[in-house]
């Protein structure tokens, strides 16, 4: 018997499951785990979710947008981003956000008033309610897309420590700011 280079592999091979979180249509975040890693963390969170929502759009689309430019820069781009996650809604047939433009407007305002003075600085964190209708969208969508999708509603260590760090810079800046007052 010879043997073919040329001849497929005769061994058996175990099937390679796809991960399921590749095929994603945006971020997957829990809305409680949003709005709580938000607060504690002083909307620092929402840079992160910004960012993650734009990688994903980018690998999907094979764009050339910088991801982490448009999270710092987000107040340019939150409108672009929720219409985004609007019209891939749409498109899919899955309940949409009521009015991207109010969000956006909203997260807007929220997130320049309270950086502009000391304690409207806890304003900002308010932003969020503007952003939880869009990440729940998105959610639908993800959920659409990849029903079996690991919806990260878990908290992980590193966002335990996040949330503690965040209690702790706040309840520092609330004495801190009392104190400058007297």
Known sequence: MTHNPYAPPTANVADVQPDN???????AVSTTKLVVMSICTLSFYLIYWFYKHWKVIKDRE??????????IFAVFFVYSLFTNIRDEANRLGVKSVANVGV????WI???LIGNST?????VSLLSVVFVVPVQACANRINEHVSPDHDP????TGWNVVWIVVGI???ALSIVGLTLSEE
């Open 118 to 122: 000391e304690w409207f600085g806890y």
């Open 21 to 27: 979180d590749a095929r994603l249509a945006h971020f």
């Open 168 to 170: 702790l810079l706040t």
């Open 62 to 71: 094979g764009s050339d947008i910088i991801p982490m430019m448009r999270a």
């Open 152 to 155: 990260n509603s878990r908290f």
């Open 103 to 106: 969000a956006a407007i909203g």
């Open 109 to 111: 305002l929220i997130t």
